[in-house]
Structures are given as C-alpha cells and as structure tokens.
C-alpha cells in the first residue's frame, strides 16, 4: 500500500503563477534647440517657393476693405491666377517676391518655435500628465501645437507687422489696394515704426496673429501626426516623403478653413494707417473683435474668406514643403543623435 507522505514529497511543488509586467517604452526627450532650428531652415526653404502666394493672398484679403462692392464694379485683382499675372507684368519677380528677406526672419522665429517646440511640449505635457508618450494623444497634441503656436506668434509678432506691410505695398499705382507703407527693407520698417509709434507699435496686431496662430496650430499639427499615422498603418505608405507630402496637403487644407477668418483679421490689423493725430493705436480698428464686426458689416460673411484659394496655394505647398524638409532635418539630426 502506498504511503501518502511519500506521494506527497514525490508530488511536484506548486509553482506561484509570476505576474508579467508590460514594458514601458522609454521615450527620449527631443531636443529644443535642434527642433527649432529643423523647423526654422524648414520653413525657410518653403517659403522660398510659397512667397508668391502670400503676396498675392495679402492683396486680396486687402481689396475692397470696408467697401461694400456694388455688382458689376471693377476689381484690380479678380483672381490667383490674374493676380500672378498682373503683379508680374507691372512689378516683375521682384513685385513677387516683396518683403521674402523678412519672410525668412518670421519664418525662422515664427515656425521655428512653433514646429521645433511641438515635440518638446508635447513630451512636457505627457510628463506632467502622467501619460504614455510613445501613445498618440489628440488633447495632448491638441495643447502642444496651440501653446507653441501663440508663444511663437508672441515672438514673431514685429516680423509678421512688417512683412504685410512690405508684401500689400506696390510700386505700380494702378495695383495698390489697403493703406500703403513704404520702407526700405526689413530693418528700415523696424526702425520707422518704433520711431513712430513706440514698442506698442511693434506689437499692434498680435492679439489678432496670436488668436490666428494658436488656433492653426491646434489644427495642424495635431491633425498632421494623426494623418501621417494613419497613413503608415491604414495605408501601408511608408515614413517617407510621399506620406509626409499627403499628410501635408490634407492637413493644409483643414487649417486654412480654420485659420483664413483669423488671417484676414491679422492682415487687416497689421496694415491699417496709425492714427492721424497722434500717429499710434490703428485708425480702422481698435482691436481684432472689432475688425471682425466691422469687416462683416460692411463686406458680408463671406469676406473673412477672401482670398481663400490663394490661402491654400500658399499654405498647402508651404505645409508640404516645411513638413517634408522638416522631416529630412530631423532624420538628419537624429543620425547625429542630435534630436
């Protein structure tokens, strides 16, 4: 008869189920600085190709300001196209290319610390939530590209001034639409405007570019990350230039619904003529909510979307271009573990 005290020392010992633990995917902060200057050589080089079209949306969005245009009347500038073609017949490349020297200081400024800082944010923002940083997050992506997008228009403000400026004045009499400032360069506006109107000057508008910017950024960039994902996992594309170029161009257009009302606004703010008595504060407007009553008023809704096509011929290319040089420069940077 077996002894059961020898069964049970022959029994094998139960072994305590070990719970398993998933890993967790360390994350490497990305660099600020070589983020900012990814985005800043980025946007550059975009704009190089994109200036034209800003050009020409500037006028639009300035013709017939405050005017309510009676059927059948006559408009310098009817369309992108007409508009192309016009400014370089009476002002050649130079007319297309005006205030480009300082297009590339905002840009640097402007989409440097926005797009460069996007990364660094968003990281920042899933640490103080406690939240998985390799997960995408669209509230956390959301806040990223909205706090980078006011705190770069903030900085960029001056440059943004002075570049409407340039860009709406036309040597051509014929051709000029808004309120025209001549300077001679970038430096010669900086200059003349705080001699003028003093350093509340250098900032009028940058409610209107802050409000413009913060809200392009929600959308942008967040949509972008999300695009570009689903266009790796659902479209099988690769992470390479094809997908960053789609990506772009899908991206661009829903900004420009959301951001051409905010650019009117801006572009109008940043242009009108100081007051003439005491040559500050603005003569039109008195701050972005009014420009915006007052546009409506006197120009109908669909005014906060003039200049619409011509928005997204310069913000659709100008995305794909920023992004996909973007994407080269952090490639670049992270092969020599720089970002």
């Not at 990281?123 to 706090?147: F, Y």
């Not at 900085?155 to 040597?171: E, G």
């Not at 000057?201 to 950024?217: K, Q, W």
């Not at 905010?262 to 572009?267: A, C, N, P, Q, V």
């Amino acid at each position: 008869m077996p002894n059961p005290s020898l069964q049970s020392a022959a029994a094998p010992l139960a072994v305590a189920a070990i719970p398993t633990v998933a890993p967790v995917t360390m994350v490497k902060k990305p660099s600020a600085f070589f983020g900012f200057l990814a985005g800043g050589i980025a946007a550059c080089g975009a704009v190089t190709i994109t200036n034209p079209a800003e050009v020409i949306k500037t006028r639009l969005q300035l013709q017939g300001e405050l005017v309510r245009q009676a059927p059948g009347t006559t408009r310098i500038y009817t369309n992108f196209a007409q508009a192309f073609v016009h400014i370089a017949k009476h002002e050649g490349i130079r007319g297309l290319q005006r205030g480009l020297g300082c297009a590339y200081m905002y840009q640097i400024m402007m989409n440097g610390t926005r797009l460069g800082l996007y990364d660094p944010i968003k990281h920042s923002i899933h640490s103080l939530l406690k939240t998985d940083p390799s997960k995408n997050n669209n509230i956390v992506n959301i806040m990223a590209g909205g706090t980078g997008g006011v705190l770069s228009a903030f900085l960029a403000s001056p440059l943004f001034l002075v570049k409407t400026r340039l860009q709406s004045y036309s040597s051509h009499e014929a051709s000029r639409v808004g309120h025209q400032h001549y300077y001679k360069h970038t430096f010669d506006a900086l200059r003349h405007i705080y001699k003028t109107e003093g350093p509340r000057g250098l900032y009028r508008g940058v409610d209107a570019s802050m409000m413009r910017t913060g809200a392009g950024s929600s959308v942008q960039l967040p949509l972008y990350d999300v695009v570009k994902q689903n266009m790796i996992k659902v479209g099988g594309l690769e992470n390479g230039a094809l997908c960053h170029g789609l990506s772009s161009l899908i991206s661009g257009f829903f900004l420009c619904i959301v951001m051409n009302p905010f650019d009117i606004i801006s572009t109008r703010m940043y242009n009108q003529a100081p007051d003439p008595i005491t040559g500050r504060g603005g003569m039109l407007y008195k701050s972005p909510i009014d420009c915006a009553v007052k546009t409506i008023k006197a120009e109908g809704v669909k005014a906060l979307y003039k200049g619409f096509t011509a928005h997204y011929l310069r913000i659709g290319p100008h995305t794909i271009f920023t992004f996909v040089f973007m994407e080269q420069m952090r490639a670049l940077f992270g092969r020599l573990n720089w970002y």
